[in-house]
C-alpha cells in the first residue's frame, strides 16, 4: 500500500516536468537595422526562444514585408531588401507539438533601392507552332543567367539563357524555364511536313497482239492475227491491196484483144480505100510488138501512212496538261512505240514545243505555305523536287512579288 501511494505521488511530480519540456517560450525582439541589398545572419532566434527541437518560420507584420527576402539557416536569419523603408516581421518557432509568435519586429532598411531588371522570354507569347524538322531558339533576355529548362516536366541538362529546339516527332509539347523566382512556359505544337505529290503522265493503252481485235497501231504487217485482209486481198506493205484474179485477168485481155482487131480492121478497110495512104502499116505492126515489162518493186510502194492517232492524241493531250517531251517519249517507248513512230508523229505536229504548264497550282501552294511560315527557300526545294523548272519557280515568285 505504501509502495502504491509512492508510485502515484512520483508519477504526479515527473508529468508536469514531461509537459512543461515542450511548452515554447520567447522573449522580445528588438528593431532590426538593414541596409538595401542582403544582409546574413542579422538575428540568432535561438536567443529569443526556449524550447527543444525548435523549427523557424515567418509571417508579413503590420508593416508589410513588400521587398523582403527571408531565409534561414536553422537559427539564424538572412534578410535581403530591395527598397529603404519600414517594415515588420512575426518570426514563429515550431516543435510539431506547440508553436509560439515573437512580437511585431521591426524592420528599419536604409540605403539605395535596387532595381530589379525585368526578364524577357523569347518567342513571345505561350503557343509555338513547328513543323517536323526545323528547329527553334527559345531564350530568356540577361548576361550571364543561369537558367534551369524542362521538357514535359523533365529537367534538361542546359543551364545557359538559350535553348534550342529541335522538333522531330509531331505532337504537343511543354517547354518550361526557371530563373530564379521567374518562370515562363510555352506550349510547342509540332506538325507533319505537307508532301505534295505529283501525279505520273498518263499511261498510253498499249495495243495487245493477239486479243483478236484491231487496235490503234496494229496492222496487216505488224499484227495478222487482229488484222486480216479480206478475201481477195493481200498484205502488201502494211495495206491490203486487191488481188486480180484469174477471171479477171481473161476478160480483161480478150477485151482489150476485140478493141484491136476492130482497130486494126479499121485501118485496113480504111487504107484499100486509099482514105491512109499516108498512115504507114509500120503503126499497126508496132501495136503487135512486145512490150518490155516493167516490174514494180514492192520497195518502191510508197509506205501506207500508219494509224497513229492514238500516240498522237496522246503527245498532244499530255503536252498540254504541262509534262515534257522527254517524259512522254520514254513513256510512249516503254508501252510499245517505235522512236521512229514517236518522231513521224512529232514531225507531223510541227515544231513541236513544249506547252507552257499552268503554274497556278504553283502559285496556290507558295501563297499557303509563305503564309505558314516556311522560308522561300524550303518551298524552293520542295516544288524543285515535284518537277517545277527553275523558271516557272522565278516565274511564280515574281508574279507574289518576292
Known amino acids: 500500500m505504501k509502495r502504491g501511494l509512492i508510485l502515484i505521488i512520483f508519477l504526479l511530480m515527473v508529468i508536469p516536468v514531461l509537459a512543461d519540456s515542450n511548452e515554447i517560450t520567447t522573449i522580445n525582439i528588438p528593431t532590426q537595422n538593414l541596409t538595401t541589398g542582403e544582409n546574413k545572419e542579422i538575428l540568432n532566434l535561438d536567443n529569443y526562444f526556449n524550447g527543444t527541437d525548435l523549427a523557424y518560420k515567418f509571417k508579413a507584420g503590420s508593416k508589410g514585408l513588400n521587398g523582403i527576402s527571408i531565409s534561414f539557416d536553422e537559427s539564424l536569419v538572412n534578410i535581403i531588401a530591395n527598397n529603404?523603408?519600414?517594415?515588420?516581421?512575426?518570426?514563429?518557432?515550431?516543435?510539431?507539438?506547440?508553436?509560439?509568435?515573437?512580437?511585431?519586429?521591426?524592420?528599419?532598411?536604409?540605403?539605395?533601392?535596387?532595381?530589379?531588371?525585368?526578364?524577357?522570354?523569347?518567342?513571345?507569347?505561350?503557343?509555338?507552332?513547328?513543323?517536323?524538322?526545323?528547329?527553334?531558339?527559345?531564350?530568356?533576355?540577361?548576361?550571364?543567367?543561369?537558367?534551369?529548362?524542362?521538357?514535359?516536366?523533365?529537367?534538361?541538362?542546359?543551364?545557359?539563357?538559350?535553348?534550342?529546339?529541335?522538333?522531330?516527332?509531331?505532337?504537343?509539347?511543354?517547354?518550361?524555364?526557371?530563373?530564379?523566382?521567374?518562370?515562363?512556359?510555352?506550349?510547342?505544337?509540332?506538325?507533319?511536313?505537307?508532301?505534295?505529290?505529283?501525279?505520273?503522265?498518263?499511261?498510253?493503252?498499249?495495243?495487245?497482239?493477239?486479243?483478236?481485235?484491231?487496235?490503234?497501231?496494229?496492222?496487216?504487217?505488224?499484227?495478222?492475227?487482229?488484222?486480216?485482209?479480206t478475201s481477195g486481198s493481200s498484205c502488201v506493205n502494211a495495206v491490203c491491196i486487191k488481188d486480180q484474179g484469174v477471171g479477171g485477168a481473161i476478160l480483161w485481155f480478150v477485151g482489150l484483144g476485140f478493141v484491136i482487131l476492130l482497130f486494126v480492121g479499121g485501118v485496113v478497110f480504111a487504107k484499100r480505100k486509099g482514105l491512109l495512104d499516108t498512115i504507114s502499116l509500120d503503126f499497126i505492126t508496132n501495136l503487135f510488138k512486145k512490150k518490155e515489162k516493167i516490174d514494180i518493186k514492192e520497195d518502191e510502194v510508197g509506205e501506207t501512212e500508219e494509224d497513229l492517232t492514238g500516240l498522237k492524241d496522246y503527245l498532244e493531250n499530255n503536252l498540254k496538261e504541262g509534262h515534257s517531251k522527254e517524259e512522254l517519249v520514254n513513256a510512249a517507248l516503254q508501252q510499245g512505240w517505235k522512236q521512229e513512230q514517236i518522231d513521224k508523229v512529232f514531225e507531223n505536229m510541227g515544231e513541236v514545243k513544249e506547252t507552257e504548264r499552268d503554274i497556278e497550282p504553283l502559285l496556290e501552294y507558295l501563297k499557303i505555305n509563305l503564309k505558314k511560315g516556311y522560308a522561300k527557300e524550303e518551298l524552293v526545294k520542295a516544288v524543285l523536287e515535284q518537277g517545277w523548272t527553275k523558271e516557272e519557280i522565278d516565274d511564280a515568285f515574281a508574279k507574289l512579288g518576292i
Open 84 to 229: 529603404p523603408g519600414q517594415y515588420s516581421v512575426i518570426f514563429i518557432a515550431d516543435n510539431e507539438t506547440d508553436d509560439k509568435e515573437s512580437n511585431d519586429v521591426n524592420l528599419n532598411v536604409v540605403g539605395e533601392a535596387i532595381i530589379k531588371k525585368a526578364i524577357d522570354f523569347f518567342p513571345v507569347g505561350t503557343s509555338v507552332s513547328m513543323k517536323v524538322g526545323e528547329k527553334k531558339t527559345f531564350a530568356v533576355s540577361g548576361d550571364n543567367i543561369s537558367a534551369e529548362w524542362y521538357l514535359n516536366n523533365l529537367k534538361l541538362p542546359e543551364t545557359t539563357g538559350t535553348f534550342i529546339y529541335d522538333a522531330a516527332i509531331a505532337g504537343t509539347n511543354t517547354l518550361e524555364v526557371k530563373i530564379g523566382a521567374e518562370t515562363n512556359i510555352w506550349t510547342i505544337i509540332i506538325e507533319a511536313q505537307e508532301v505534295i505529290e505529283t501525279a505520273p503522265p498518263p499511261v498510253v493503252n498499249q495495243a495487245v497482239c493477239g486479243n483478236n481485235k484491231k487496235e490503234s497501231g496494229e496492222n496487216c504487217q505488224s499484227c495478222p492475227q487482229d488484222v486480216q485482209c
